[in-house]
């Protein structure tokens, strides 16, 4: 992994790149959603993502710990149905945990990341094969050891790794084995977080 100081603009440029690729898969994000879901994913990851970069573009955080914090708090507010809160909790405790560094390694930020997903995983008392947003963020992070690309590869992995599972929590655990032949859509829009990064990192 790379020892690139990463700084502010660089976590702004991931949220920015991050809420772009949410708007163009959002219709996918909705249709994987419709099955086994509220068919509201993609539309609430669309509005919630639009909201950060509008939040980071008026007041632009000085760290980048405070960026994710900022991000996370927006998502919390302006994304319905458990994805805000989830999506908050994973980048608010990442960003706190980065604390006030004006710039951090890429190794201080796979840490960061991984407090933030032990922190999902307590609040949705879910672990990986759940068919969750885990699927997709417990193997991106693990694999930030390598690099940014192989985060991308493995988080989408994890996503596509979920079409067999039968879901154990949330909306599609209710479906019980008709969950089973979907794609979770909260491991592909997790997925989609990890292409970014590793697009504002090339």
Known sequence: MSETALDAAFFVRWMTAAAAVIDREADRLTELDSPIGDADHGRNMQRGFAAVVKVLADEPPATPGAVLVAAGRQLISSVGGASGPLYGTLLRRAGKALGE???????????????????????????????????????????????????????EEGALATVPMQA??????????????????????????????????E
């Open 168 to 201: 154990r929590k949330g909306r599609a655990s209710y479906l019980g084995a008709r969950s089973i032949g979907h794609q979770d859509p909260g491991a592909t829009s997790s997925a989609l977080l990890f292409a970014a990064l590793a697009d504002v990192a």
């Open 101 to 155: 560094a004006p710039q951090v390694s890429a190794q201080e930020l796979r840490s960061a990341l991984g407090t933030g997903v032990d922190a999902v995983a307590q609040l949705g008392t879910s672990a990986p094969g759940d068919k969750t947003m885990l699927d997709a963020l417990v193997p991106g992070v693990a694999a930030l050891e390598t690099s940014f690309g192989a985060a991308a590869g493995a988080a």
